[in-house]
């Protein structure tokens, strides 16, 4: 299933099971069944309605939403290796953390409501009728070291628009994964009929905006004192990049 594509149901059964799956990220099948509000044969008609239209997977018992948002990429500069990929449900706790450390200097206010959306939802992936979000992560030995974040609207008259962020940790810059980060959500946004892109950022982040207009991103307004920092009301800088 594209994580462009809304989800439909021909029963309530199986939007029952679906939205279990969903809101959990994960679960083991036998969880799901003892949650779902159904007899065992009607759970087992919907859990095969999903199955079959590609909408969750069954990994030896373990269900997950089965989005399919491109595969992995090795990539290497100087003495780093490091990988690209979809990000998974057992990234959770490294996603978080890496979005708390770059965000720590309470500069970067959307990956901060972003990592406090995760800690309330307990899910990296939503995809739902209302919401859709996907992370690309870059990794290290299997340690998250960065991420893109894409908020997908589902609302019709917004579905070609997107929120994107992108962060990495402090020592490992300068090695342009954040580059990559960025074309890799870059090229999954533009393969998926989406014709802008959107960041707001504070007028103090001034090597936010240079990295962001690096890559085609522009300015597009300026919100006057949306933001307090430290006690001190700053301007939002609101960028868009188009296709």
Known sequence: MDAVERPTFETTAAMEVYQLVERHGTAARHRVREMADLDPE????ALSHLLSKGYI?????????ALDV????????GDLTYTIRPARNDDFEGLVQTIRDVSSDGTYVVA??????????????????????VFFVATVDGEVIGWCHLDLPQLDKLRETAQLTVGVRERYRGNGVGSQLMQRGLDWAKANGYRKLYNSVPAITESA????????????????NHYTIDGQEVDEVMMAYTF
């Open 70 to 77: 491109g595969s992995v990429e090795e990539h290497s500069t």
């Open 57 to 65: 997977r069954d990994d030896g018992g373990t269900l997950t939403l």
């Open 42 to 45: 009607a759970f087992e008609e």
């Open 112 to 133: 901060e409501s972003i990592a406090e959306q995760l800690l309330y939802e307990d899910a990296v992936t939503r995809h739902n009728t209302v919401e859709s979000r």
């Open 209 to 224: 905006m240079v990295f962001l207009e690096e890559h085609g991103w522009n300015t597009e307004g300026i919100r006057k």
